[in-house]
């Protein structure tokens, strides 16, 4: 195990609707909590409630000592305050721990996966994170709607069935013996098979994911490229006039057709890149998961 690599990060189903998604997502103790069963710690709030009455009965019993009087109400208006604090924090724990609990089966933990499906999925996280980050992505030369709705769908959906993979490798592991008695090994090899295709099978979408990750980060560094020469290009006449000011005859027209042309040669090369970028992507979304 690498400790440098880093775990993915959490994953919630894109579908829903918007308010729970946010809700889940700002939440993730919440949801760990709702998948282990882990009940909140009861708070001081109820000790805070007992104590209220008492100290509002010392501020009538010393009501004649002014100063005590004043001292007695400021700890019980204290308390009072912290009283209600403590119980509109445990309010909200407890609606979040619902709706986590009822939601349970609309995200993914890093804890749900072992580590190979860990690593798989942080790997399409972050190709999805490198396509949307892009500058090209931005600019929407690419899909941007599409890249929007259909990434984080995909990411999803390689989630959920990395974390079916891994409880049946946790299954597998408990019920395969290490040691197969001699002739049984072909009765079991059907059920490896089987994880290893679907591993196989996850593994190629992720990689999908990453070709067009990869032509993104091309077509980013073309038109970053593209940018600085519409820069230059706007000097253009600048660069011809010393040129053909400066050098021979015979040179300088090479030289003034080349800076002509070098425009429109990284402006041919960056629309080829986005062109492979979206003809990648097109190829990815034939095949959907879902």
Avoid at 6 to 30: N, Y
Avoid at 180 to 194: H, I, K, M, N, V
Avoid at 269 to 288: D, I, K, M, N, Y
Wanted: net charge positive.
């Amino acid at each position: 195990m690498d400790p440098r690599a880093l775990p993915p990060r959490v994953v919630i189903d894109p579908a829903l609707p918007r308010d729970v998604w946010a809700r889940l997502w700002s939440g993730p103790q919440f949801l760990r909590m709702a998948r282990t069963g882990t009940e909140p710690k009861a708070s001081g709030s109820r000790v805070l409630l007992f104590l209220i009455p008492w100290v509002v009965m010392l501020a009538y019993l010393v009501g004649r000592f002014t100063g005590a009087a004043i001292v007695a109400g400021v700890i019980g208006l204290i308390a009072l305050l912290r009283y209600a604090t403590a119980a509109a924090d445990q309010r909200d724990v407890r609606q979040r721990l619902r709706l986590a609990r009822q939601y349970a089966a609309h995200y993914v933990l890093p804890e749900d996966l072992d580590y190979p499906c860990q690593r798989l999925l942080r790997r399409a996280q972050d190709a999805v994170d490198a396509v949307l980050s892009s500058a090209v992505h931005r600019a929407g030369f690419i899909d941007t709607i599409d890249n929007q709705v259909t990434l984080p769908e995909e990411v999803w959906q390689i989630a959920q069935r990395l974390a079916r993979l891994s409880a049946m490798h946790s299954e597998h592991r408990r019920l395969v013996p290490r040691v197969l008695p001699s002739g049984l090994e072909d009765a079991f090899r059907p059920y490896t098979t089987a994880l290893d295709a679907a591993w196989t099978s996850l593994s190629k979408r992720v990689r999908h994911l990453e070709e067009y990750a990869r032509q993104v980060t091309r077509a980013d560094q073309v038109y970053h490229a593209h940018q600085r020469l519409e820069t230059l290009a706007a000097r253009t006449p600048d660069y011809q006039r010393l040129v053909a000011d400066t050098v021979r005859d015979d040179l300088a027209h090479r030289h003034i057709r080349e800076l002509g042309e070098q425009a429109w040669q990284v402006r041919r090369l960056f629309e080829e890149s986005v062109l492979q970028a979206r003809r990648t992507a097109g190829e990815l979304l034939r095949t959907p998961l879902t």
